[in-house]
């Protein structure tokens, strides 16, 4: 979260690309197409990623409106990521529960890893009906006008997630992380400033 309340710490990107002819109509559908649909107790996924409002994140079907998705040179959106997850100690007991029946129905003392593998699987499906999904929200404002996106998360992870689900989404648009050297080639610089931002090179400001 972060976009209407809480943290203001972000992730800045550049975009790079034209925008298609009639954009608004031809991003609502695609966010439709990419929207986040909810994990279920028989699906085969560990993990769902999709778009989501920000306005209506848990929303379990979502549809997009005009006015929510895009207000005046903005697109405002989240990414919903939601994840089996089980406490270790249940998993642990669960599955110690689960492997001294298997073991004294087969009459044996020791579980092949083919056997071990099979068992968690087979135990992780059963903590499902005893659990719900973890749920994970993360803001995202795309300035259209200015080509800058914001996005409400700075681990590595959280940006292969982004990355993965914009390429899906807006595949005409790429996304360049912001830094010195971006920025710098992103303003009204002369030519020769331009041509030096090749020869930078990062200086630590820390011990070695």
Known sequence: MGLLKGSISYTKYYTEGELPKNHQDTYLESLHLRRFQPLTV???DEQRVGWTCVSRPLE???SFEYNEVFYNNYLNLAIRVDAWKFPGSVF???FAEAEKKFLAKKGREKLSK???DELKVTVGRKLRHQFS???RLVDLSWNLEEGV???WNQSAKGQDLLLELWEKTFPQIDLIPAGAHTTASRLDLPEARLRALAD???TPFHAA
């Open 200 to 202: 930078v090179e990062p």
């Open 114 to 116: 083919r056997e071990k």
């Open 60 to 62: 379990a079907d979502v």
């Open 42 to 44: 028989d699906s085969e």
């Open 92 to 94: 642990k007991a669960a």
């Open 149 to 151: 996106v914001r996005y």
């Open 133 to 135: 999904p973890t749920i």
